[in-house]
DNA sequence: AAGCTTATTTCAAACGTTTGCGGAGAAGAC
DNA sequence: GTCTTCTCCGCAAACGTTTGAAATAAGCTT
């Protein structure tokens, strides 16, 4: 902190009126004379004051600041995540710090104990993929810090949630895919202890079981980046499973396996159509342009920071927990409307 | 910030001593008695108490907190910046907060506004394609508080910089493209308000006028982003100016005028060979892959924020300022490597 | 002129922490 | 028994701000 930004204390002195006067007047509180008012605001303006917002934190044992924690921030739909979650904080006045977890456990546990100790007014949370194990989160809450979660929640921990209804985005991927003449679907699924990657698998089987259609355990695989999904694909095609769809839990795996396919001369959507989720700044340029669900990142931010600061601003915050759920809608494209032939 | 958050006065009432001695004992300071300091953590265990970071803060007049601003953070490269600063920042015990300014002056403002009254120890910046006028950094500087500039920097405001090699990029980019054949190249260029719009420019150039080609004002197009590339594109086509390579100033350039080329039915990189700039999440997926500079924007953001650390640490920081120039590299790929015909 | 308002200002404490200094008590030196 | 030297701890001030309460000064009554 620099030395040469400029106090209350400095105009009292500069004054010679007391620095609760010069606090008063910058307040413009009845209590004080025009004239003081005057002379304090203007060179306020000149020496280009700006109240310490760390004594304020202090003595209002209020940061008005927010904590993010966010497993990857360069991948779309988190990034749109912050920019949503900064507007709304910076126009209520919140300023935001944000923890990237990089997936790992050990990394969300320090941030917790980061942000708790920047005593932030509240925590944004989406939790990594290894997350298992949720006493961090009870420790936040036994410091009656207010928790949203977005997009990955905590099966079972009762708090404030934003997702997007996964189960029936995926159901209707998966029926927009029957319908468009697939028989056989393959799902590349996310890590089932995240809620999300169950919904997706869910939302899969429901419209594969509703079409009276065969559902196969192998036919689920864990894959759920660029490069699990080339391997799936290389193993799909060397053990020659016949297929003719796969929806991915993911834009990147969805990618990954079109590359895969293309490059081994497999035509897409022809032969195989292909349909990802959370659509981001990729779909669009690939060739095929890739189906996928839009998760709306930025409305996703947005909401859940209006509901954590509802909760911060309340005097008594003992009202119940609310899950709001967001429609994610399926963005057709290219890569799963195979042409008449 | 929350009321149940304990302090050392807690435990300072819970064992009957004074604030101060739970200090001292929980610093290990030789002052106190072995049995104090096994009781004071213990019990500060028990009660999982954390130290205030805000009353620290205020006390040590420095915040342990840098300020970063950035255009717009959903941009691959901007995020990796990010990842790279939170990194270093946090192994080095600093918390980071993130102001986009979105590519907007006026936000630019408030971002510098913002930070100084949360009295951050240092600040990372990029300046928005907007600005054009530089009081507000100035007033950083009066506030004494270290800048470091990234990427965008201010021509002529003397502080640390780190920037890749733009020209030098720029020009082997362009060089490749002469070397694979093109001869008449076209450039999409940034603003050229912002340095690294001229830089890429004017290797852009110079590699043309080394090879003695021809270079011509109306080969230089405003261009910067999807959308402006399609039309430049469109343009290109219907006024049948007769090229055979586009560079572009940044990848989601390169990739519009890809796509509205192959559109129209002109083979790239056959007919147009087409290089961006920046590689990033895209530049792999398209159809041919794109030949980008690979700007290492993780890399960037760790030598920005230990350049910044360096300096908010030194006890005299009045020594010269540093520029750093990260070299970028070429990655060749398909869309600038013509098939031999 | 003494008392009473009213207008304006200052005092002091507080937020949670650190730290120089002084002090109480015990132990050792002579 | 007095003086010195440790050991261990508490006091108080400070960081910058806010705010209830007390103080001051000036103006009005009567």
Redesign the pocket.
């Known amino acids: 902190m620099s030395?040469g930004?400029i106090?209350?204390?400095?105009i009292?002195r500069e004054l010679?009126?007391?620095?609760?006067?010069?606090?008063?007047?910058?307040?413009n509180?009845?209590?004080?004379?025009?004239?003081?008012k005057i002379a304090v605001n203007e060179l306020a303006r000149k020496l280009n004051?700006?109240?310490?917002a760390?004594?304020?934190s202090?003595?209002?044992?209020r940061s008005n600041t927010i904590g993010v924690i966010i497993p990857e921030i360069v991948h779309y739909f988190f990034s749109s995540v912050i920019s949503g979650i900064e507007d709304v904080a910076y126009d209520a006045g919140f300023n935001v710090i944000i923890c990237q977890s990089n997936e790992k456990y050990d990394r969300e546990v320090v941030n917790t104990r980061t942000l708790l100790a920047n005593r932030v007014d509240g925590i944004l949370v989406s939790i990594s993929k290894e997350t298992q194990q949720f006493d961090h989160f009870y420790k936040i809450r036994e410091n009656e810090v207010p928790v949203v979660f977005y997009d990955r929640v905590v099966p079972g921990f009762e708090a404030d949630q934003v997702i997007v209804d996964d189960f029936d985005a995926a159901y209707r991927a998966t029926r927009h895919m029957i319908e468009g003449g697939c028989k056989k679907i393959v799902h590349f699924a996310g890590p089932q202890n995240l809620l999300i990657g169950q919904l997706r698998k869910e939302g899969y089987l429901k419209a594969l079981r509703e079409a009276g259609l065969e559902t196969r355990n192998e036919w689920i695989m864990e894959a759920d980046n660029f490069e699990k999904a080339r391997l799936a694909v290389l193993n799909i095609l060397d053990e020659k499973v016949n297929i003719d769809g796969i929806f991915a839990v993911n834009d990147t795996t969805a990618i990954g396996a079109m590359h895969t396919l293309q490059k081994r001369g497999v035509k897409v959507p022809n032969q195989i159509a292909v349909v990802g989720f959370s659509d981001g700044r990729l779909s669009g340029i690939t060739d095929p342009a890739l189906t996928s669900v839009d998760q709306h990142g930025y409305e996703m931010g947005t909401v859940a920071t209006e509901i954590l600061l509802k909760r911060i601003l309340a005097e008594n915050k003992n009202y119940p927990f609310e899950t709001r759920v967001l429609n994610a809608n399926l963005v057709i494209r290219g890569s799963s409307v195979k042409e008449i032939s």
Request: no cysteine; aromatic share 2%; glycine share 0%.
């Open positions: 030395s930004l106090t209350i204390k400095d009292a010679r009126i007391s620095p609760s006067t010069v606090s008063r007047a910058l307040k509180h009845p209590d004080i004379s025009e004239e003081t004051y700006q109240p310490n760390v004594a304020l202090l003595k209002q044992r």
